[in-house]
């Protein structure tokens, strides 16, 4: 019994989580013979940006807050409504800021005097089609929008770009490899290991809405000019050399 008793107790110890042991990975050493050269390496493309992303809004001042809400609540719904009708999805408009604020009149030696409010009110609206972004901006100015920002030019699915630019920064890395190579006179035996520090698009350069004269009656209609936009991958990677 005696027997039975402590082969049931180590085997209840064995199955116990307790007792059990977390398996032990041993980390992979990869040992060189040669000499180790470290590179960095920087893939770039260029891509005309396909998205504008321009905040529109309207600002209204009254003697009451609620007079100020009310009458901005009715040019933005106007503006929204022009929104929709250009053809802009819900799912490309975004409030991005509402805003009341009391205003006061201040004079020397008396307390402020409270004179009215500020009401506001702004959506972040994204363009998918450049061209018409100008026209449709003129159409809420029409319709009440006096508070426009922006442009901001983007890419809208740039994965196929950023792997270009990958595929180019792994040929910089190789061929600026082979240049220390030769530059000491040896030779790159293998790849290492290549780690990706990366993958962004360049601060876009300064657009500009400009105004240009169009159709039967010369007015003024704004244009917004994409440019192009860079994309760059950085990756570091490691050689060895004989």
């Known amino acids: 019994m005696r027997h039975a008793y402590l082969a049931a107790l180590a ?4 199955g116990s989580p307790a007792m059990a042991q977390s398996p032990v990975v041993a980390p992979i050493v990869q040992s060189i013979s040669g000499t180790r050269l470290d590179v960095s390496a920087t ?3 260029s891509r005309v940006p396909d998205v504008a992303i321009i905040s529109a809004g309207v600002q209204t001042r009254s003697a009451t807050a609620t007079a100020a809400i009310g009458e901005n609540a009715s040019r933005m719904e106007r503006v929204r409504a022009a929104l929709k009708a250009a053809g802009i999805a819900d799912r490309d408009i975004q409030t991005s800021n509402i805003n009341l604020n009391p205003e006061y009149r201040y004079q020397e030696n008396q307390p402020p005097q409270l004179v009215g409010y500020t009401a506001s009110n702004q959506v972040s609206v994204r363009f998918r089609d450049i061209r018409n ?3 449709i901006l003129d159409a809420l100015v029409a319709q009440g929008a006096n508070q426009i920002n922006g ?4 890419i809208d699915k740039p994965e196929a770009a950023l792997d270009e630019a990958r595929a180019n920064a792994i040929a910089v890395g190789r061929a600026r490899a082979e240049l220390y190579a030769r530059a000491l006179g040896m030779r790159v035996v ?3 290991s290549v780690t990706e520090g990366g993958g962004y698009g360049s601060p876009p350069p300064v657009v500009m809405m400009r105004a240009e004269r169009g159709g ?3 007015a003024a209609d704004s244009k917004i000019d994409p440019g192009e936009q860079q994309l760059q991958v950085t990756v570091s990677m ?3 050399l004989r």
């Open 238 to 240: 490691s050689f060895e």
């Open 43 to 45: 893939g770039e493309v």
């Open 133 to 135: 972004s100008g026209r």
């Open 216 to 218: 039967a009656t010369g």
């Open 151 to 154: 442009p901001s030019l983007t």
């Open 11 to 14: 085997l209840g110890s064995a």
């Open 190 to 192: 293998r790849l290492l």
